[in-house]
């Protein structure tokens, strides 16, 4: 057994068999690896920020990792902007960067360049592994740290002879995550004095597992006995919402908004949580979101058991489990009238969405009625571009497709975001997933115009127009997607959208909507 | 006049007026101010590694640089994989990114990462910006820096507010490029004696500047007169050559080629180029290209005068300044017969290929007749894959052709490694750029294949073809060209290869010929 070998079995060993790739020759004894490994399931991208955003989408919707595979600095370079997604996701995800033998290093051949450099701006834990009998330890431990600390990028090294060479340490086999540490009695008492003497003014921000279904409820049941609010964070992995579950509203991303839904708190209290920020900066515009007259505790951090912190809130203030909570009805807003336009485009899907749909959003300022209008929807799971690195949304579907292929993927997709990744079509169309990519296409960075506009800097000319505008020439979608082997129609009414949808869906292969608006 | 004004004016004063961008919600200022500077020419790239490489090819055409501009982490992350190349060509370029302000840092917004860890791995050069009224010297220095030492990437972040506050600070003008340092005397006289002594036992091995058409002549000279041989490095950034120029054999990458190249020598001496190494390892096989018998001196390095250097080792040895030199003679292979192959495209090209021409090459595993097919061809600039980072060819060519209008650009491009940055095709389109595309369609990374044998992998099984091979489904280039507006047609015959180039040479837009091999 070589040092590829061992790296396998002690992914699977671990749980994960499923790998996104995208390798080069010093990654081909791993390669010629998972030819023995029938049981590992490769998934090829045709660019590595495919194979990184597919492994987040993967995870967020199955809460274990899988694995990447990325060739060298520049391989994982090109994956990069969407690890940096992964990782404010907190998604697990243990992700092989091949690199150089260890003794070939010293010739500084072509593709040298420092890989750990690149790869801790957007990794939790990096390691690299000396030699073949460290594989087993080492890998091992890529999946303990990727599944701790409520989920973390773990970027694993492997250098060539690391692969190539015989390995003889003992197997190893990556522990299971310990049991969530619990929060302090002396954090609950804090929450819960809040609640007791402020009730109406504190507002119970959520976040990851704080957010999850069952934590939503005993939130509903202490908010309900205590006058407090609770609000999602602003910028989130993953939500599951819809129809039977505990709505909850999401604070806005413009920092004013925020200011203003929290103008009346005196306390937030960090569920698992971040307090709201501005996603950028503008020129004497404040950079936080929350008022000045505002106390902010965090009560439960990542990693920590913000549910057990939920239900000792709960028991501290003498709540009786089984008080009612408000689950939301099921409510869909009808098709719409009129001509096709970003907002008809959200309430067509949110009219036709079957029961546990998966929905991706990247749709960015075409999506900003999203959450409202899909608030009644059957229940579904919503998949957000949290960390900001666009691109993200087709991997993204792609890689919950995989996890999840008996439920029907809806990827809302902003056009200039959707460039940046659009090499995800075609393993859509090799995998033959159910993904149903619905491509917001109004030719142009949108929000750019919108952020030029609010940094002070005015309306675009000519140098600006060229850089925000995505026209002479505009963009053929369905060209693009059948390129690529995915199936395409292009649409300019809500009568043609809603026959596309409800034809993808009775599908199960993957299909592109070009929505001009 | 503003923080990005002022970067805008400083850039313009020294020598820099074209920009390849794609810009973000921290760039709006920079952008407002590229609304003010109409002499900058802004190109909008789809995505960052498009940018980065067409920069890349814009300054390896014009030996300038032009600057990019990219949004923070994420955005210059995308744009890595091809700044790697562009450090490895050692081309001059400004690289540009956008940060958030600095007072936002400390709220760890989404898009918060460390930009200069990530930059330091494949720049020269790192700064940021402290404030507005640094701009003037940080964008004199990053100007002056990207032309230090032979060519550098020089990476200047720049944050939001250092762009939107005033800038009082007295404008910078950029030095011009201090004169090249002179190669010692003492390594001249180690050249010389090697010359003397060794005659035929010596390689003069030139790369960067000493394999300019000049230079190469003066090596000639030396060669012919001592017996000594000239070869070019492996990987090199560009090379002007074809009829009427001297020819110069390269070593070939395969480190066992390249080491019976090299058997017969003795003494290699090095100008300006980098002694042969293995582009990967190999079990058991060496990383060097280097036979042990072998003695390497380094007589010229990057940012020295190479030409001075071999101007003073002809001096030293007496050679007449006139003593005639053989040019390569105009010799095209002509059409080939028989089935469309990678070797007949390459014929095809060589056969067909104006006059200064540019012959971008990311050809890969088909390509491996280019240099001797093309030989004998009208003079031509060739620009490489030199630091192995694929998905560079098509962003290269955009940047030649934005850099080159007169002339025809042909890029040579392998079909796996296209995949990587296909959104160049779009800019081609948007500037109405001539470059001609070429497409090796083999559904493959064939080179992959071949690795996987090499590395002692063996034959691919299930999980390695479907990593190996790009196929169910295959690519249609003519959509994927046609869907960014770049006019396509598939051919699988030399002579519709044929036709086809003659008729994209009789236009002056872009134009793809994806060949079916």
Request: charged share 15%.
């Amino acid at each position: 057994m070589n040092g590829a070998d061992a790296l396998c079995d002690t992914l699977l060993e671990g749980g994960i068999d499923t790998c996104f790739a995208n390798p080069g020759t010093s990654e081909m004894h791993f390669v010629a690896a998972l030819d023995r490994k029938p049981q590992m399931r490769c998934v090829l991208a045709l660019f590595e920020g495919v194979a990184t955003g597919a492994a987040d989408g993967y995870a967020r919707m199955l809460e274990r990792p899988a694995a990447t595979l990325l060739h060298l600095g520049p391989g994982l370079a090109n994956g990069l902007a969407n690890l940096h997604n992964a990782r404010r996701a907190r998604t697990p995800l243990v992700n092989i960067v091949g690199d150089h033998s260890s003794q070939h290093l010293q010739y500084d051949a072509p593709l040298t360049c420092d890989v750990a450099s690149l790869a801790a701006p957007m990794s939790h834990w990096v390691r690299r592994i000396n030699d073949a009998d460290d594989v087993p330890v080492a890998a091992a431990e890529s999946v303990e740290r990727s599944l701790a600390d409520g989920g973390a990028v773990a970027t694993l090294i492997f250098p060539a002879d690391a692969a190539w060479n015989a390995c003889s340490a003992p197997p190893v086999i990556p522990n299971a995550p310990p049991a969530l540490p619990q929060v302090s009695q002396r954090r609950i008492a804090l929450a819960t004095n809040a609640l007791r003497t402020h009730g109406d003014r504190v507002v119970l921000l959520l976040g990851a597992q704080a957010l999850k279904p069952e934590a939503r409820v005993l939130a509903a049941r202490i908010c309900d006995a205590t006058g407090a609010r609770m609000l999602a964070q602003q910028s989130n992995a993953r939500l599951e919402r819809g129809a039977g579950r505990v709505p909850v509203l999401r604070i806005p991303y413009p920092v004013e908004q925020a200011r203003a839904m929290l103008d009346r708190a005196s306390h937030i209290l960090l569920l698992d949580a971040t307090a709201p920020v501005g996603f950028f900066s503008y020129p004497g515009k404040p950079g936080s979101g929350v008022p000045e007259h505002c106390a902010v505790h965090a009560i439960s951090s990542s990693g920590e058991d913000a549910y057990q912190a939920l239900q000792a809130m709960a028991d501290d203030l003498g709540i009786d489990p089984n008080r009612p909570v408000i689950y939301q009805a099921l409510a869909r807003p009808g098709l719409p009238t009129g001509a096709l336009s970003a907002d008809a485009i959200v309430q067509t899907v949110a009219t036709l969405m079957p029961e546990q749909a998966i929905i991706c959003d990247e749709a960015i300022s075409s999506g900003r009625r999203l959450l409202e209008m899909t608030a009644g929807a059957p229940p579904h799971d919503m998949l957000f571009l949290n960390g900001g690195a666009i691109g993200i949304g087709l991997p993204l579907a792609t890689g919950a497709a995989i996890a999840c292929p008996d439920r029907a993927v809806i990827c809302l997709q902003a056009d200039g975001s959707a460039m940046y990744t659009l090499q995800a079509l075609w393993t859509q169309a090799r995998e033959n997933l159910h993904v149903i990519t619905i491509i917001f296409s109004n030719r142009s960075y949108a929000l750019l115009h919108q952020e030029l506009a609010k940094v002070g800097a005015g309306r675009a000319g000519q140098n600006a127009s060229r850089l925000l505008d995505i026209v002479e020439p505009s963009l053929d979608w369905c060209k693009l997607a059948q390129g690529m082997g995915v199936e395409a129609v292009a649409v300019d009414t809500v009568r043609a959208l809603a026959d596309c949808i409800q034809v993808a869906l009775s599908r199960s292969t993957p299909f592109l909507i070009e929505a001009r608006i």
